[in-house]
């Protein structure tokens, strides 16, 4: 069997969790460096991962690896490798670089792609008398390069658009989390899908449906489709079979245990309309609410967590925002339940208002934030 050399890309602070989700996938001798982590697997490997990652983003296959001394000797070692068996002259491919720091040999990645591209073209065009076009809208075949130090590697991504997105049409509220970081989180909070999970100010709804998803064991990538499905080795029957047992895997439960709610009606008819549009019972339940009118009669004899991603940057309006939020954790931290928040590290909200667990610094988006257990200090 075929192993191949894999770089499975995550949001920035969650290496540690996406390697746990890869052991929990039978994948072991893991390395992670910042952003991604590094591992060997099957073409089925590839099939899986991308069907089963909740925190992964991208999943790279490496192609070719080399050192160059100058450009001719990086157009040649790109040039040299077999790409009539990656590439047909009638599929399309788009190229993406990165240079870790400029060279003598390339100041900008746009020259880097450029080079390359030419040797795949010539290289395809000589062994075919045609030429594949460059296309980055919907590529057949995309390409990432990664130069750093006279060092190139080349991937494949085998994913397409990032597998955040689940194929599974959603509202997204202004500055809303993405769902690899919304797992994420729930893997980082412990939930153990039996607690009551709540975010009291869930917006359109990532981390609740991220939960559900989690909860029923709902593969995320079951309602989507991925670049590897147009690779010229594309297995249909062997990925047709590993959906197959995914799909028997799903356990729905009628128990009501996760909860949304926002004081933004919108935003809530964006959730309930998600709901109705999903495939699967999802068993969440929302419901228009501001925080500092936190139902603790609902919740009081129940053990319940949550987690939420609470308003600020672009989305606080106002000093009354401050004064609502605080007031509804204060009651929240009154009742029997845990808190998790992600917020921005160099806001000083949390640190001049509660006593807290610093879990671990990442990222949402560009932005470095903290997630924190607050406690009824």
């Known amino acids: 069997m075929k192993m191949y050399e894999l770089f499975l890309t995550c949001p920035t602070g969650l290496e540690e969790v996406c390697k746990a989700e890869l052991q929990s996938s039978n994948i072991s001798d893991i390395s992670y460096q910042t952003g991604g982590v590094f591992f060997k697997g099957s073409i089925s490997d590839i099939y899986k991962t991308n069907l089963l990652s909740r925190v992964g983003m991208n999943l790279l296959v490496k192609v070719t690896s080399f050192k160059f001394k100058n450009l001719q000797d990086y157009y040649n070692n790109i040039y040299k490798y077999e790409w009539q068996y990656l590439l047909e002259p009638i599929m399309t491919i788009a190229i993406d670089s990165k240079i870790d720091k400029e060279s003598e040999v390339f100041n900008n990645s746009q020259f880097a792609t450029l080079k390359a591209k030419d040797a795949i073209v010539d290289k395809i065009r000589k062994i075919s008398r045609k030429r594949p076009s460059i296309s980055k809208e919907n590529p057949d075949i995309e390409l990432k390069i990664f130069i750093k130090d006279g060092m190139c590697d080349i991937y494949l991504n085998s994913s397409g658009d990032s597998l955040y997105i689940r194929g599974n049409k959603k509202r997204d509220h202004k500055a809303s989390i993405n769902e690899a970081l919304a797992s994420g989180l729930i893997y980082l909070s412990k939930w153990d899908k039996k607690t009551t999970l709540i975010d009291p100010m869930c917006g359109s709804g990532t981390i609740c449906s991220e939960a559900a998803l989690i909860k029923a064991d709902i593969a995320p990538g079951l309602n989507r ?152 200090g």
């Not at 010229?232 to 079979?241: R, T």
């Not at 998600?274 to 609410?289: F, P």
Request: aromatic share 18%; proline share 3%.
């Open 225 to 376: 489709v991925f670049a590897f499905q147009k690779w010229l080795n594309y297995d249909y029957d062997l990925f047709s079979s590993i959906k197959r047992k995914l799909i028997s895997k799903i356990n729905l439960s009628q128990k009501f245990n996760i909860y949304g709610s926002d004081y933004d009606y919108q935003s809530i008819d964006n959730c309930k309309q998600y709901l109705l549009d999903s495939k699967y019972n999802m068993s969440i339940n929302y419901s228009i609410r501001n925080i500092n009118n936190f139902d603790t009669e609902r919740f009081k004899d129940s053990k319940n967590i949550i987690i939420t991603n609470p308003p600020y940057g672009v989305r606080i309006d106002s000093n009354d925002s401050f004064k609502s939020i605080h007031a509804g954790f204060n009651k929240i931290l009154k009742t029997n339940t845990n808190l998790y928040v992600i917020y921005p590290l160099e806001d000083p909200f949390i640190e001049q208002n509660y006593d807290y667990d610093l879990i671990t610094e990442l990222y949402n988006g560009a932005l470095k934030c903290g997630f924190y257990n607050i406690k009824n």
